[in-house]
């Protein structure tokens, strides 16, 4: 595992306080059992608890410990995939009605915060950056995909529009958005967990799966405790290991990597981000960044297949921030750190049954701060018995990803591969 994943991140040393939740100790019934204490899992949590259902959740380490502990903080519209790969599957009307879920997904991000008074930081504002020249056409023809599909909220920005707002020349232009935008990730995550235990869920911290039967009468085995339950949900994304073999093809673990500088200061931080907005390119392999509450310049991207990681995190990712904004080559990188991210091979969502009693969804690739919360909530419909939205999303098929030895090595090529395409693009 690399270190970076352990490594200590802005966000745990800026966390909401947050109680710890015992191990699973000894035999106990549910009517769901849920694996993964990230967005997916606790979003169903939270829906089931509050439905009166009793719930189980199973975290192998603490609360938010994967993805949804460590990402970008970026709240991003649409799938990663983007709608034409889900119209060529599913049809012009469902892929509409798949964007209108994942439209969904950022409301109901915002009504838990406002409802549950989740102290995260949220702001409203997106840019996707473009780094190579004339090619504003290709981001006119992502607004009008979105005008057509009812998100209007959109805006062209020139290359002089936006060098007023982002203190770099490094961009093209961009595509604004006002209805995506950023937040704490990991205080969000403590919140949902915070909420769903109020509404009476019961959540095991240090308490890895490590035995899931999907029979009909399924139960959860962990190495001191079991938990017996009607349903179970999945909820264990890049972090999933090969806990349910059927699950393991379905998605590739890749890391991602993330600096915090120390605080700018108000000033400065207004002269690289104007408005506070969040920015991502529009490469394959995305740099993404974003001022924090308390000024620092959060700075994301790389991608790697291998676990070999640098020994300096900081130093290696330095270089593509000052890139960017070489006014920051005197600041210091206070947080290092990186996190695995599911991808699927079409980058489209992946979720289904197991069997009668077992569901799972996972594979937001790269974009399920907003996603995995209305994955969460279908999930939890369908257990209650109204699966039709569910059904929709788990109708998209997936090709595995190759086991065996070869896996690593393919990806890593084709990595190689997206990254002299965005060189040469
Ligand atoms: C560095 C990074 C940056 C990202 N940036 C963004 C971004 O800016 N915007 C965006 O939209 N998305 C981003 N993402 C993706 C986003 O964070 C994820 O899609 C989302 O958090 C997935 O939530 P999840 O609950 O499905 O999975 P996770 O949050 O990964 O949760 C899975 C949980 O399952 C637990 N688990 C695993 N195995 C077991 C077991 N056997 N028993 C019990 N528990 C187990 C893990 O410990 C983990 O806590 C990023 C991801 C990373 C890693």
């Given amino acids: 595992m690399p270190k970076s994943i352990t490594a200590p991140s802005y966000y745990q040393a800026t966390a909401t306080p947050f109680p710890a939740h015992p191990p699973l100790m000894g035999d106990v019934s549910a009517d769901v059992c849920i694996v993964g204490a990230g967005y997916t899992g606790l979003s169903a949590a939270l829906e089931l608890a509050e439905a009166g259902h009793r719930v189980v959740v199973l975290e192998a380490e603490t609360v938010g410990h994967g993805a949804s502990g460590r990402n970008g903080g970026q709240i991003c519209t649409g799938f990663s995939s983007g709608q034409e790969k889900i119209e060529a599957q599913l049809g012009r009307e469902d892929a509409r009605r798949c964007f209108a879920l994942a439209e969904e997904s950022k409301r109901l991000l915002v009504e838990r915060v406002d409802r549950h008074q989740i102290d995260c930081n949220l702001r409203w504002g997106y840019l996707h950056a473009l780094p190579k020249p004339n090619r504003l056409d290709g981001l006119r023809e992502w607004k009008e995909e979105w005008d057509e599909l009812g998100y209007t909220d959109t805006q062209i920005l020139s290359k002089a529009e936006l060098e007023e707002k982002l203190g770099t020349s490094a961009y093209h232009g961009a595509l604004r958005e006002g209805g995506a935008g950023h937040f704490h990730p990991l205080n969000y995550c403590l919140g949902l967990a915070r909420a769903a235990a109020a509404a009476g869920a019961s959540i095991h911290e240090h308490s890895p799966a490590i035995e899931v039967n999907t029979s009909s009468q399924p139960f959860v085995r962990t190495a001191k405790g079991k938990v017996k339950a009607k349903f179970v949900i999945i909820a264990c994304n890049a972090y999933l290991g090969r806990l349910v073999p059927k699950l393991y093809g379905k998605v590739m673990p890749v890391t991602s990597y993330i600096i915090a500088t120390e605080p700018l200061g108000e000033n400065r931080a207004r002269a690289l981000i104007r408005d506070g907005e969040a920015v ?146």
């Fill in 280 to 425: 991502a390119d529009t490469n394959f392999i995305v740099d993404y960044f974003r001022i924090t509450s308390d000024t620092r310049m959060l700075f994301g991207g790389r991608a790697s297949y291998t676990t070999l990681e640098p020994a300096d995190l900081g130093a290696y990712m330095r270089p593509r921030m000052t890139k960017i904004f070489p006014q920051l080559s005197d600041a210091r990188i206070d947080y290092a750190w990186g996190g695995f991210i599911a991808i699927t091979y079409n980058r489209i969502p992946d979720c289904g049954r197991l069997s009668a009693t077992t569901y799972y969804a996972h594979g937001y690739s790269g974009q399920g701060v907003a996603l995995a919360g209305i994955y969460g909530k279908l999930m939890a419909e369908a257990v209650r018995g109204t699966a039709e939205r569910f059904d929709l999303l788990s109708r998209v098929r997936h090709m595995p990803f190759p086991g065996g030895p070869i896996r690593v090595p393919m990806l890593a090529a084709a990595m190689l591969f997206y990254r002299l395409k965005d060189a040469l693009n």
